[in-house]
């Protein structure tokens, strides 16, 4: 299997990823006994920074780790023709599953990257790689970096060291600082089809045909929550609570409760992920600052503490932030679905498995009031990232669908 397999639906991307990593291939092969080399000709397709835009779900990271991947790539059958990232070789294989000592793949569970985590990543990237064959850095959430930490990271693309590579990821160009993404390699991806999605759903995860179709049809194209709705059940039921809001907002007291749970939701989200990682991650501190299995902490450590949980209290924000925003997304589907039925559009229903509620709301309502209503969810989602109290901004949007 080769390591573009997992990239779905993004031929164009793929063709030039390729032929990029065989022209890193044969310039690694040509100065294998020189020093010093710089990156590339400028005739090469390959460049030392990269940046990978496209909506949620296309495959931004996916395809920054097969370009990884490729680039480490130590197969035999180079030497006879054949492409770099088979797919089976031990770079290929340790860069995919994530332990290959010269690939840092860098995500967050905090609201922003900062300065101190970026100079680590630029010191890094000063490093000659210790057995690979390129020193790649991947940062999947690239639109998350602070303006300081984006100035730190500016210098290191700026001045780049012979074989390192900087692989960014970030959901369009404006989520990225100017100064950055002149200096990077452009590759924009789309959304994959749904029959795209549900192929790969069934052939590489086993899921059954109806189920997968379901589920890619259900998320437009995101492969992860397609994924994720095709085998977990609870975020089936969890999709399911949020399809049934807008038949719940017939009153302020519907709209006032429906809030409610829809934050109670993502609360308790953000409380599951807090109760498999956080007692871990604080048993784990303590031991390593010398703590006596229930005793008292050594003088001198409440700063690393207090550090530790101001990074578990942001990441518990995070958390409820996103799956507000996964639930809000669903939403925003339902509406679409309605204003297709108002139009008389043919275009194919995200939400066909609750068809009987579409029906509904669009016999009840016109397009204009479609249209407000969809306004009103991108006005929560505004809010949400601009820090206004979860609860206050849904209840805003549920009494504006009521009012429509």
């Known amino acids: 299997m080769a390591v573009w397999d997992d990239l779905v ?12 990593a ?3 291939d044969a310039l690694v092969t040509a100065v294998a006994d020189r020093s010093g080399a710089t990156l590339a000709p400028a005739a090469s397709k390959m460049t030392h920074a990269w940046l990978f835009t496209g909506p949620p779900g296309s495959g931004r990271s996916t395809a920054a780790r097969a370009f990884a991947a490729a680039l480490q790539c130590t197969s035999p059958d180079r030497a006879l023709g054949g492409a770099p990232g088979c797919g089976f070789c031990d770079g290929c294989h340790t860069t995919l599953v994530g332990t290959h000592a010269d690939v840092e793949i860098v995500r967050t569970d905090q609201l922003s990257i900062g300065v101190k985590d970026t100079r680590e990543l630029v010191r890094r990237a000063q490093l000659s790689p210790a057995g690979g064959r390129w020193q790649v850095i991947v940062l999947e959430d690239a639109d998350r970096l ?16 012979p074989r390192t590579v900087w692989l960014l990821c970030a959901p369009s160009l404006e989520d990225v600082l100017p100064t950055i993404r002149s200096r990077c390699r452009h590759l924009t991806l789309s959304t994959p089809s749904v029959e795209a999605v549900a192929d790969v759903l069934v052939r590489r995860d086993g899921i059954d045909p109806g189920t997968a179709a379901t589920a890619a049809r259900a998320t437009q194209g995101h492969i992860g929550r397609a994924r994720r709705l095709a085998t977990d059940e609870r975020a089936r039921a969890r999709r399911a609570v949020v399809l049934k809001l807008p038949l719940r907002v017939a009153d302020i007291g519907g709209c006032l409760k429906a809030a409610q749970e829809l934050v109670d939701a993502a609360g308790e989200d953000a409380k599951q992920v807090a109760e498999e990682v956080d007692a871990k991650e604080t048993d784990d501190l303590k031991a390593a600052l010398g703590a006596a299995s229930g005793g008292r902490m050594p003088r001198g450590t409440a700063g690393a503490m207090k550090e530790l949980a ?7 924000t995070r958390t409820q932030r996103d799956s507000l925003d996964l639930a809000l997304t669903d939403l925003t589907g339902f509406y679409r679905d309605v204003l297709a039925l108002q139009l008389g559009s043919r275009v194919a229903l995200a939400n066909e ?4 509620s579409l029906d509904r709301v669009a016999r009840s309502s016109t397009p204009e009031r479609t249209l407000r209503r969809i306004e009103a969810i991108i006005a929560c989602r505004r809010a949400l990232d601009r820090n206004v109290a979860p609860l206050l901004a849904v209840e805003a949007m549920t009494v504006a669908l009521r009012a429509g």
Request: proline residues 2%; positive net charge; glycine residues 8%.
């Open 9 to 20: 639906g993004q031929a164009r991307v793929q063709a030039q990823l390729a032929a990029a």
């Open 310 to 316: 101001d990074r578990q209290k942001r990441r518990s």
């Open 146 to 161: 602070t303006e300081g930490a984006g100035n730190v990271l500016l210098k290191a693309i700026e001045e780049p060291a």
């Open 353 to 356: 498995d609750v068809r009987d």
């Open 22 to 24: 065989r022209d890193a």
